[in-house]
């Protein structure tokens, strides 16, 4: 964990690890949670918890744990990303073992610590099991048709389930899983490596039109099929915040792989299209979007089927949390309906307060900052491409969830990343992090170093 | 691609901006909007997180109101342990609204008074429920309870208050019919909607405080205000001072005459003032009125506080002795009918200027404010409130209300031992078959500790009901636990 001995000797300037800040960063962390877990405690009612020391040192142990193999086997890789997303993930447990404490059913501590755990056990296997990214680029059209499949699946019979009015989970013994989670991140892949191959042609192709360069018509292909399996998620899943995540972050990816703005525009297009066909189609889609528009006035907050009720419940919190909160365990985040999962995020601004959710958004910020820096830094398109995609993919979800909470943009069910209860979205997101932690390593790792021995032989060290 | 790649990272911060831009305008310009929604059910909560201040009386004694602590999400619940004798004085601390002093000393109580600012800092910090002051009121317990209970026991419906005319330290109040003020204080809106409402439409009317939101014809009690009126217009009158007595006094520009009480007839045509008053006769407080005219009658009954709301701990409904009309109303209201409307309240500090030589004391409910720390935060000051009536004047009408009690129709009131001062009041009241009884007066009457008022409502004292009859009985009961109490 020294700084080799070679940067005294090599003119050419190198990446320190910094592994002992990252160590101290992670250590922070570890330490707000559990002085969040003791707030929420005395918060309600005025003993610091039990099970203080039993989450504060679960997840500390978990995240020790995590440490020594980023160290072991990716010790170049960016250190802030475990220390932030360990912070996201602890406030998240700490909000939704608050929320259990008030009795709201569906809302378990011990489960999502359990999740945390599996998440670091995937972090884990994902940086031994994949020691080069780039790997990934081969399985480009299998992790598409992998995508594929987990998106489709719950429509499958006997292992599809609907659960609150959307088709996204399947049946597994004895869990729910929700396999749009995984896609995305299979889809991400895919994307990365099949634009790679096609990047020359979706962005030299075709002719100009006023002031934009369009693509030919027959390259208008995969966006138009990724388009139609978007609107087949919205359609039968009625899965509003995956389809756009999904088609988004497509978009996005294609931008970054063709610099041609004309997709962007498209894109947009595309799903304007889309949102207005399926709005005539089906009821919820207009339903959110009025709900949007003015969702205090009583009609809407009265209806029981895609009313603005939650909406409504969650403005409240946020307004009575104000600028600092009420302090944990001194909200209701009872009041707000799935407070633990979709909402976490309003939740944790009654207690928390605007400055607790500045904050919070500040982590999410620096996590995708750090993604994004990881993709400029890297060294070749598909690892670029790979590392964009995931980092937006992230922004994004983030973005829709926490702007249809807020009331930014119209409500589309979505977790919100590493806080959300939910095991399938814990799992994939720290995947996501241990392959952005995987790329980073590979970007910031030193160069070969030429070492003149004697002048007589050059000797290449990786 | 990195050039892309960065611009991808600016819609990202772009995106991250949009959302920190909206949050703040949630938390900081929306927040108040969202906190006060009557939708938002936190308010509601909010209401039950204090840890209200008690009531008490007696020096922290008695408790009139208390906080037990549920646990639960309506965390701090109110309980008033003699709602029903103490309601029209404590009022009630309802989800949606309070009154009497739940309301007028609120802020103390939930401890959102500017003096309670910084341990309010200093709870939020430490995170402890915030705790409110706790206020001590002036209320006798025993006295209140001889009044509520002889009231009661009569079945009618009625108000007796009665305070110290030396400090205007209010020592009892009482209004029957009452409620229970427990069955307002429940945290479930719908549920304490329903009650009130059923209180609302009760034709008792149990929630009036008939002791100060109402205003009624005083009847021959305003006689003592008429004779103080008549005493300082000429400071050589005495108590013995000869009057007009007649049988109907003739009213000008009508055909009707006013009579005395029952028609009979008032001594020989010419009494002494104490008689006139002792006797209650209507002829010749009448005939003063009309000499006197309008301005120095209302003048009088200004200085007594008529005519502007009075300054108390509870509103105050507005007394007055009516517009100036033709001599025949002035006639009328000088003897306490006609347009002329007070509250006992009112009536109480009548009796209460006099008791104190002509100086009306400012009638207050809270004796003191005590901190959670049981530090006193402020102790209410006698305060005057007017000069009513020279001492002279005083001492003459304190000797002809002495008579009153000793041989006039007040003898009800007299309490063995002590000297008893008093008037007696029967009033008609507009179209009711019974008239309202009332009786003013203090005790003991050369060193006043107590003055009251009883009010006895019309229709509910049946009809032979009068002051001296019904009113001046239940005065001597209140009057002698105060003194007791003592």
């Known amino acids: 964990m020294t700084a080799p001995a070679a940067v005294e000797v090599a003119p050419v300037p190198m990446t320190a690890k910094r592994r002992g800040a990252q160590l101290a960063m992670l250590a922070f962390a570890i330490l707000v949670v559990m002085g969040a877990y003791a707030s929420v405690g005395l918060g309600l009612d005025g003993k610091i918890p039990a099970g203080m020391l039993t989450y504060g040192l679960g997840l500390g142990g978990l995240m020790i744990a995590a440490y020594l193999v980023l160290a072991r086997f990716a010790p170049w890789a960016d250190p802030l990303l475990l220390p932030l997303v360990t912070l996201v993930n602890g406030i998240g447990l700490v909000i939704i073992y608050r929320i259990e404490q008030t009795g709201q059913a569906g809302a378990s501590a011990t489960n999502q610590l359990f999740w945390t755990a599996l998440g670091v056990v995937m972090f884990s296997a994902t940086l031994i099991a994949l020691k080069d990214h780039r790997a990934l680029q081969r399985l480009t059209y299998t992790m598409g048709f992998i995508g594929l499949g987990l998106l489709v699946a719950p429509l499958l019979p006997f292992i599809g389930k609907e659960i609150n009015g959307a088709r996204i989970w399947i049946g597994v013994g004895g869990f729910t899983i929700q396999p749009a989670e995984f896609a995305k991140l299979a889809l991400v892949v895919f994307f990365a490596g099949y634009l790679v191959a096609k990047r020359d042609v979706l962005a030299l192709a075709g002719r100009r039109l006023l002031f934009i360069d369009l693509p030919r018509a027959r390259d208008l292909g995969p966006v138009l099929i990724i388009w139609g399996f978007s609107l087949a998620v919205l359609i039968l899943q009625k899965d509003l915040g995956s389809s756009l995540l999904l088609f988004g972050t497509f978009i996005v990816m294609l931008y970054i792989a063709t610099q041609r703005t004309s997709w962007v525009l498209i894109g947009i297009l595309l799903f304007l299209g889309g949102a207005i066909v399926a709005g005539q189609i089906f009821d919820h889609v207009t339903a959110r979007f009025e709900v949007w528009l003015d969702p205090a006035s009583p009609e809407f907050y009265d209806r029981e089927l895609g009313g603005s009720f939650q909406l409504m419940q969650g403005l409240f919190g946020l307004g009575s949390g104000g600028i600092l909160g009420t302090g944990l365990g001194e909200g209701h985040p009872e009041l707000i309906p799935l407070s633990f999962s979709d909402f976490i995020f309003a939740a944790t601004g009654e207690e928390l307060g605007l400055t607790g959710l500045m904050a919070l958004l500040m982590v999410y910020a620096l996590i995708v900052q750090r993604g994004l820096r990881t993709a400029i830094a890297a060294r070749d398109p598909f690892s670029k491409l790979l590392g964009g995609g995931l980092s937006f993919i992230l922004a994004w979800q983030v973005f829709i969830i926490v702007g249809g909470v807020t009331r930014l943009i119209p409500l589309t069910g979505l977790v919100t990343p590493f806080m959300s209860a939910g095991g399938s979205a814990l799992l994939a997101n720290w995947i996501l992090i241990a392959l952005l932690v995987r790329m980073s390593d590979a970007a910031r790792r030193p160069p070969p170093q030429a070492i003149q021995d004697e002048g007589m032989t050059q000797v290449f060290q990786r | ?486």
């Open chain 2, 1 to 486: 691609m990195n050039g892309t790649l960065k611009r991808a990272a600016v819609a990202c911060l772009l995106m991250f901006g949009l959302l920190m831009v909206n949050v703040t305008y949630l938390g900081a310009v929306k927040a108040e909007d969202y906190r006060g929604d009557s939708r938002n059910q936190r308010s509601f909560f909010a209401r039950y997180s204090v840890d209200r201040g008690w009531i008490t009386a007696d020096d922290g004694n008695t408790t009139l109101a208390k906080t037990v602590d549920t646990g639960g999400d309506y965390r701090f619940e109110r309980q008033y342990p003699d709602g029903k004798m103490y309601a029209h004085v404590l009022g009630f601390f309802a989800p949606e609204s309070s009154r009497g002093v739940e309301l007028s000393a609120g802020k103390y109580l939930d401890g959102s008074h500017p003096d309670l600012l910084v341990r309010r800092a200093i709870e939020f910090i430490s995170n402890e429920p915030p705790k409110g002051a706790s206020v001590d009121l002036t209320i006798v317990p025993r006295a209140q309870k001889v009044a509520y209970d002889a009231l009661r026991a009569s079945g009618k419906r009625g108000a007796v208050v009665a305070m110290n005319p030396k400090t205007g330290a209010v020592q009892v109040m009482v209004s029957v019919p009452t409620y229970d003020p427990n069955v307002l204080v429940e945290p479930n809106k719908a549920k304490v909607a329903t009650a009130f409402n059923k209180m609302v439409a009760d034709e008792q009317d149990p929630l009036l405080n008939r002791a100060v939101d109402k205003t009624y014809p005083p009847g021959s009690t305003f006689k003592v205000v008429t004779a103080a009126a008549f005493l300082e217009d000429d400071p050589s009158r005495t108590p013995e001072t000869q009057v007009d007595a007649p049988q109907v006094l003739d009213l000008p520009q009508t055909t009707v005459g006013l009579p005395n009480y029952g028609g009979a007839a008032c001594g020989g045509g010419q009494v002494s003032l104490r008689y006139a008053l002792e006797r209650s006769c209507n002829t010749p407080f009448a005939k003063f009125g009309m000499e006197l005219g309008w301005d120095k009658m209302r003048e009088q009954a200004a200085k007594f506080g008529a005519g502007e709301p009075l300054p108390f701990t509870l509103p105050v409904a507005k007394s007055d002795i009516g517009p100036e009309e033709e001599l025949a109303a002035l006639a009328q209201l000088s003897i306490g009918q006609r347009n002329n409307q007070m509250t006992p309240l009112q009536m109480l500090l009548v009796a209460a200027g006099i008791a104190n030589g002509g100086e009306v004391m400012t009638p207050y409910l809270v004796h003191k404010i005590v901190d959670p720390d049981d530090g006193v935060m402020d102790e209410t000051q006698p305060k005057p409130m007017s000069e009513a009536v020279s001492a002279e004047t005083a001492a003459k009408l304190k000797d002809m209300m002495v008579s009153v009690v000793q041989a006039g129709t007040g003898t009800g009131a007299q309490i063995p031992n002590v000297s008893v001062a008093g008037k007696t009041g029967t009033a008609e009241a507009g179209d009711a078959p019974a008239p309202h009884a009332w009786f003013i007066g203090f005790a003991p009457a050369d060193d006043p500790e107590v003055a009251i008022c009883v009010f006895i409502e019309a229709g509910s004292a049946g009809t032979g009901a009068t002051g001296g009859g019904t009113a001046a009985p239940l005065a001597r009961d209140v009057m002698q636990a105060v003194l007791q109490a003592k």
